[in-house]
């Protein structure tokens, strides 16, 4: 048996392992079913809920907000970033602004972004970009932060101009930084989303784990972390495989 057939399975018998006992400790009835639901009626309350159409119709609102916001911040993040690598004072400047504020959660900042931008649609969007861009920005910036000066000043006295040096230069060098964002930050902006929903909103996953507190349906909340949790891992595999893809393309493996 190769070694990935043996690590499926072990990870199989965990996985079951950890069902068995949570279903069993839930059957003895040391913790009250309503607060520790066993995995059973967790499974059923998601038939139910995908069947009635009202986990898909909330999971399509999360969903559009991320990739939405996501592919906005991304692509904000790509030319900023790029654009301030370009220029060596601007560079020298703006980093350690844009450090710090890579290092602030964007969760943190929800409760401004309601003031500022408002109860609306456009409020866990926008959260998402921020939380997609700056450290997009900041992987950029900091990558391009170990290029050699004489290799782009090289470049401009052959003749390059700026596209030349960006495309050429500057973007294949960050290339492995901008992935490896882009895979952590796709989780992170599923969670913003989350939470922004939670905090304002009354649609999405997020507003659909607030109704359940407030209900006592501890099974309905597993179910949706649950779902979240897929979504943030299946979306991380996706990034994983086109991170191996691109860098083989570009020879960086």
């Known amino acids: 048996m190769s070694r990935r057939g043996f690590n499926a399975i072990l990870i199989m018998f965990t996985f079951t392992s950890i069902l068995i006992i949570w279903e069993l400790i839930a059957i003895t009835g040391v913790v009250p079913t ?14 139910h809920m995908l069947i009635s159409g009202i986990l898909m119709k909330e999971y399509l609102r999360t969903f559009i907000r991320v990739l939405t916001g996501f592919f906005i911040g991304s692509l904000v993040g790509l030319l900023v970033g790029l654009g301030i690598s370009c ?13 710090i504020a890579a290092t602030i959660p964007t969760v943190a900042l929800v409760p401004l972004l309601i003031i500022w931008v408002g109860v609306n649609e456009i409020l866990p969007i926008v959260a998402v970009i921020i939380c997609s861009s700056i450290p997009i920005i900041y992987s950029i910036v900091s990558s391009s932060k170990f290029i050699d000066p004489e290799v782009i000043n090289v ?8 596209r030349y040096i960006v495309f050429n230069i500057l973007l294949p060098y960050s290339i492995p930084s901008i992935l ?47 779902i ?12 994983e495989f086109l991170e191996t893809y691109i860098a083989k393309k570009w020879g960086l493996r």
Do not use: H
């Open 34 to 47: 309503y607060l520790f639901p066993p995995p059973s009626k967790i499974a059923l309350t998601f038939l």
């Open 87 to 99: 220029t060596r004072l601007l560079k020298s400047i703006t980093y350690p602004l844009i450090a």
């Open 155 to 162: 470049a401009k006295s052959l003749g390059a101009n700026s």
């Open 180 to 226: 490896s964002a882009l895979k952590i930050e796709i989780a992170m902006a599923w969670k913003t989303c989350f939470v922004s929903e939670m905090l304002a909103m009354s649609s999405g996953l997020g507003y659909f784990m607030i109704i359940a507190q407030s209900t006592l349906r501890v099974d309905v909340m597993l179910v949706v972390v649950g």
């Open 228 to 239: 979240l949790a897929i979504s943030c891992y299946v979306s991380q595999l996706i990034f």
